[in-house]
């Protein structure tokens, strides 16, 4: 038991060393629990996250993001994390030795510098294409010069073969992204999450104020200070920051909307700290005036969003 524990502790140090590297984002996100599943309905109905009973009102505040100086957590977390035993079927089997694969499939993704080349090695093609033109119609197309594959682990979630890899560059910061692999074992990259894709940019939300409900993929904590505007009551209310952006939203929702239910365990299992998320929000009132932001729907699974099931 000593000599596991060991291993698992320095394979962890080496993790939290490398930069950007956010393992726990994984397990927070994605958790190996047999009796809390993702239902991969994101429109017709609101997904499921385990028993409504089980959800309670967390007032932790443990850090979700991991640095470099990050303690290593505990035994049993890291042992779950690194998925102790043989992987489910239900994520990236023997992810190890499919590294060749998945490193020419993120060299690949990573060296186009057209939405063409690049559409090629997406997950959800088809609906995330006009998604991609309409990003790169205002973001520019960035190729990064490739290092090498860092570390890769699987992802337990039901009825798909995914997995978390991290893509080290000669040229810039590593970025670490979420794949799947496909019925025909070729590997695809979830293209959204890897660019913390919204349907508009965070500072024009900001000034518009829409009273459309508008997605974005964000990070939510409660607030350490509330704001002058109260919520309805009976709401709970987050503070919501873009990853790029310094800029923060309030925004409530009913903690009582049964649709709600997979924001609750989300932010439980966050601890209710730099969670995230992904949501539909929108202004209630005019421009101008002042009100609090309202969530409107979760989308997601922390940043993916999951339409039906794999074969």
Not at 178 to 195: H, K, L, N
Not at 200 to 210: L, R
Not at 258 to 265: D, E, M, T, Y
Request: glycine share 6%; hydrophobic share 35%.
């Amino acid at each position: 038991m000593i000599m596991i524990a060991t291993v698992v502790r320095v394979v962890m140090i080496k993790l939290w060393e490398s930069a950007r590297v956010n393992p726990e984002y994984v397990q927070s996100v994605y958790d190996n629990d047999k009796d809390h599943h993702w239902s991969g309905n994101a429109k017709e109905q609101p997904a499921l996250l385990g028993d409504p009973s089980e959800i309670r009102p967390s007032a932790g505040a443990a850090p979700h993001e991991v640095s470099a100086n990050t303690p290593v957590s505990s035994q049993s977390s890291a042992l779950k994390l690194m998925g102790s035993g043989a992987p489910s079927p239900s994520s990236i089997v023997d992810i190890e030795s499919k590294r060749p694969q998945i490193e020419q499939t993120l060299r690949r993704f990573f060296a186009a510098s057209t939405t063409d080349q690049q559409f090629a090695f997406v997950r959800d093609p088809q609906r995330v294409r006009p998604l991609m033109e309409h990003y790169y119609s205002s973001h520019p197309h960035t190729p990064h010069e490739w290092k090498a594959l860092g570390w890769a682990l699987p992802v337990e979630e039901e009825g798909y073969r995914l997995g978390y890899a991290q893509a080290v560059f000669a040229n810039a910061e590593p970025v670490s992204l979420i794949i799947e692999e496909m019925a025909d074992g070729t590997f695809r990259v979830d293209w959204e999450s890897s660019v913390r894709y919204g349907e508009i940019d965070w500072e024009e939300f900001i000034k518009t104020q829409p009273s459309a409900p508008t997605l974005f993929r964000v990070i939510a904590s409660k607030p350490q200070n509330i704001p002058p505007e109260a919520a309805p009551m009976g709401s709970e209310l987050l503070e919501i920051k873009h990853p790029d952006d310094n800029d923060v939203v309030y925004a409530y929702f009913d903690r009582k909307d049964p649709k709600f239910i997979p924001l609750l365990q989300q932010l439980q299992t966050g601890n209710w700290k730099d969670v995230p998320l992904t949501l539909r929000l929108c202004f209630p009132g005019p421009v101008g005036s002042g009100k609090n932001a309202r969530i409107a729907d979760v989308e997601g699974k922390g940043w993916l969003i999951l339409h039906g099931t794999r074969s």
